[in-house]
């Protein structure tokens, strides 16, 4: 759905939505987090003025307003509905840093509110600002339920809520959830779709195992990094500059993510030696979109990930890999979203 667009009556999750509902079942949980820096005015007012400017902005992204409910059983995918008691200060708090706010305090507060789980009984999204003491400097922490958005949907999110687009408020708000008979005949529909597309679909999944056959092998070797994580998270950051690494990418027919892949298997090569482990290679998922251009402003999910060999030992330059089999990804992620 697009951003600033209300569709109509019924508004389902799409199966790829229900695939990360599904998998958010241990800590941490399944959500997307974005950190934004910002220079305000040292004084209560501008973190007024930053509060209202966010609430007033939500109402352009109706799904923000929205919640997940489950459905009664034959009556399809859960739905979207307008929560008739959204309040916007449950999603929104400010934090007042006693000292001057540093880039350890900012990915420390990144770091706990993405691994705090978000409530399923309301919009699945949380703002937090930072404020610094004195140094007119704020830092404000977005994160959403994977369901709502992914990474890209949630760049298209903070189009609306940060660039200064014009509000679009909806005067339907909210709308009355869609009755047992509407949601009955809709769950038909769309089942009739799935078996006319059925045809195609096929020819799209074959087309995926065939392309992806060899990768479904593929296994990662134990190791003391091959473990189940908890909720715990340090977040760091590493700078490079940009110019530089797309240079070295188009030296070596690779892209930045290649790049960026064999700086990550070097560093990791590097800390298991140090603990006494021999890793010639990792395997690693690669997380793919879906999206065709003209589909960036929707929401929700669309992408995939295929596991991908990568070597670990030898020098940068023999790190740097091959693309993953894009085509055969994006097939594979489509021609799944008929069948739920």
């Known amino acids: 759905m697009k951003p600033g667009v209300r569709k109509g009556l019924i508004e389902r999750a799409s199966a790829d939505d229900v695939m990360s509902l599904v998998s958010d079942r241990h800590d941490p949980p399944i959500q997307v987090g974005v950190v934004l820096l910002i220079d305000v005015d040292a004084d209560l007012d501008a973190e007024r003025r930053l509060s209202e400017t966010l609430a ?8 923000l307003r929205q919640r997940l409910i489950a459905v009664p059983m034959g009556c399809g995918r859960p739905v979207w509905v307008d929560c008739s008691s959204f309040d916007f200060d449950e999603h929104f708090t400010v934090v007042r840093l006693p000292g001057p706010m540093t880039e350890e305090t900012v990915l420390a507060h990144a770091a706990e509110r993405l ?19 004195g140094d007119g400097k704020a830092a404000l922490i977005l994160v959403f339920h994977h369901v709502l958005a992914d990474g890209i949907a949630a760049l298209s999110i903070l189009g609306r809520l940060l660039d200064g687009a014009p509000s679009v408020h ?51 070797a134990p190791c003391s990094l091959n473990q189940p994580t908890g909720s715990h998270r340090r977040l760091l950051t590493v ?7 797309i240079r070295l990418a188009h030296q070596s027919g690779a892209t930045v993510n290649d790049v960026i892949l064999a700086a990550i298997t070097g560093a990791l090569h590097v800390l298991l030696v ?59 992620s489509e021609a799944t979203s008929w069948s739920m």
Do not use: C, K, Y
């Open 239 to 245: 700078r490079s500059d940009l110019t530089q690494v």
């Open 115 to 133: 691994t705090t789980r978000l409530p399923r009984d309301r919009p699945p999204w949380a703002a937090t600002l930072l404020a610094g003491h």
């Open 274 to 332: 140090e603990r006494g482990e021999h890793m010639p290679a990792f395997v690693v998922s690669i997380p793919v979109s879906s999206r065709p251009q003209s589909e960036h402003g929707e929401l929700g999910n669309q992408s995939g990930v295929v596991p991908v060999l990568l070597s670990a030992s030898g020098d940068f330059p023999a790190r740097l890999i091959r693309r993953p089999p894009l085509a055969g990804l994006l097939a594979a």
């Open 170 to 220: 909806a005067t339907d708000f909210p709308r009355p959830a869609p009755s047992l008979g509407n949601l009955t005949l809709d769950a038909a529909a769309v089942r009739l779709r799935s078996v006319q597309r059925l045809p195609q679909v096929l020819r799209r999944l074959i087309s995926a195992v065939i392309e992806l056959g060899p990768s479904l092998h593929t296994h990662a």
């Open 56 to 63: 007033n902005r939500v109402t352009s992204v109706p799904r």
